[in-house]
């Protein structure tokens, strides 16, 4: 598993019109080829009247899969610089569509490849995009006189929160970096003067939204 990859949040669309041309671009994450072949088709039938509806896919933890369609614009006019502008993001396990409906006026070849480019561009922007970074979940256990100064200094810290259990006592369950679990671990045992149960969960990844690079 990878330590970090950037992907998409998730969906998004945006429209952009050149030369009278509409492009609507659509984002979206997927995980197997399957979901991007789905997610393609979807739009495809949803814009069935369009001009042409050209994708893109960046699928595997190294890229394994790559793919374009220029649907029916000429070769490498679209469906490459689509895909240029994923891996120039340095995205993952996403896919893009753009939606064209001819307005009348030809681009022609450097044209189309700077549209289809900036749709993309111009969805990512809607979509978001977001930092996987893989964590250790740990599971921290105490009596419920701690937990307010638990939770608070928690709060005040870096780490992040991902879930509260509460039963007799209270389980919190924390994402903490493999290479910060034992210092981590001597922090929750200083704050509680040793009253705390510290075990190790799954190991999982948790998303930071980042500004549009």
């Not at 671009?25 to 080829?33: D, G, L, Q, S």
């Not at 978001?128 to 709060?155: P, Q, S």
């Not at 999982?204 to 549009?212: K, N, P, Q, R, W």
Request: aromatic letters at 8%; a negative charge; charged letters at 30%.
């Amino acid at each position: 598993m990878l330590q970090k990859y950037y992907t998409v949040k998730g969906y998004g669309e945006q429209e952009i019109v050149i030369e009278k041309s509409r492009f609507i671009c659509y984002i979206n994450r997927a995980e197997t080829e399957e979901e991007a072949v789905a997610f393609i088709q979807q739009i495809k039938k949803k814009h069935w009247d369009a001009t042409h509806n050209c994708s893109a896919y960046l699928i595997g933890e190294h890229d394994q899969i790559q793919k374009a369609n220029d649907d029916g614009e000429p070769s490498g006019t679209a469906g490459v610089p689509m895909l240029e502008v994923l891996k120039k993001k340095g995205l993952k396990d996403t896919v893009a569509v753009v939606t064209r409906y001819f307005g009348g006026i030809k681009l022609g070849a450097g044209g189309l490849v700077r549209a289809y480019g900036r749709a993309v561009t111009e969805g990512l922007n809607a979509a978001g995009i977001v930092e996987r970074r893989l964590m250790r979940v740990i599971h921290v256990t105490i009596d419920y006189t701690w937990l307010g100064k638990v939770e608070n200094e928690l709060r005040s810290s870096n780490y992040k929160v991902k879930n509260i259990h509460y039963s007799d006592r209270v389980t919190i369950e924390i994402f903490v970096e493999e290479t910060d679990k034992t210092s981590f671990a001597a922090w929750i045992e200083d704050l509680t003067n040793g009253r705390s149960t510290i075990s190790e969960g799954e190991q999982t990844y948790l998303e930071v939204e980042i500004d549009t690079p």
